[in-house]
């Protein structure tokens, strides 16, 4: 197994541009989500699905797009690149409910700047 | 709302110290807890995973308690090593299945 894969590792964007982070997971996860990760603030919830077309947002969803169309590909959408949108962001998965098999697994990240 | 804290936010110890982080939250009513590492640089790897109606999981020098009703869990590190550096994250999940996570504890294991 792969687990999850993100693409690319690093990106620049100047403000304003569009771009699609892609994430994949091949372990048949229901549950899939983006997190953004920024100094001092921790993880937050930004999108997540529980199957495919299934979504909805997190703690953080403006400026971001998602859909899910396969089990296997949860695409996170920039509409119009922000400064405040540089950060570092994460998908994870996992299966769904209160099961002792629900771990979390997450992606290596993709590192975006906003200039 | 959920609040995830973690405290303390850095620790410096030397090789070979018995050392707990701990995590605390506002709403007892999770369905697990996960502590996970993270290395700089790098994604989460999940370190242990504590359902609501568990204590503890252990895993080799790893062990981790729960105390749902007091909201709060503890992870314990056993003989520290320089390879333990790392930032430890604790989340939990809700009925939602959301995972919210604390800040994180920032460690360091010096020789």
């Known amino acids: 197994n792969a687990g999850v894969t993100q693409t690319p590792k690093f990106q620049v964007l100047k403000t304003g541009q569009s771009m699609t982070l892609q994430c994949a997971q091949d372990?048949?996860?229901?549950?899939m989500s983006w997190y953004r990760q920024d100094p001092g603030m921790g993880l937050r919830l930004i999108h997540y699905s529980v199957g495919a077309g299934i979504t909805d947002q997190g703690e953080v969803p403006n400026g971001y797009n998602v859909s899910r169309s396969t089990t296997e590909d949860f695409p996170l959408r920039l509409l119009s690149a922000a400064p405040s949108q540089t950060s570092v962001y994460f998908c994870?998965?996992?299966?769904?409910?209160?099961?002792?098999?629900?771990?979390?697994?997450f992606g290596p990240g993709t590192r975006l700047t906003v200039l | 709302k959920q609040e995830v804290t973690q405290i303390p936010a850095a620790l410096s110890v030397p090789e070979g110290e018995n050392l707990v982080l701990n995590c605390s939250f506002t709403?007892?009513?999770?369905?697990?807890l996960q502590w996970f590492r993270q290395d700089p640089g790098k994604g989460l790897t999940s370190l242990l995973l504590i359902q609501s109606s568990q204590r503890e999981q252990t895993s080799g020098r790893l062990n981790a308690s729960l105390d749902k009703s007091s909201g709060r869990s503890t992870l314990y590190i056993a003989a520290s090593q320089p390879g333990d550096s790392a930032t430890y994250l604790c989340a939990v999940k809700g009925a939602t299945d959301k995972l919210i996570f604390g800040t994180g504890t920032r460690l360091q294991v010096f020789p």
């Open positions: 372990m048949n996860h229901e549950y």
């Open positions: 709403d007892s009513a999770i369905y697990n």
């Open positions: 994870a998965s996992s299966y769904i409910g209160t099961s002792s098999v629900d771990t979390q697994y």
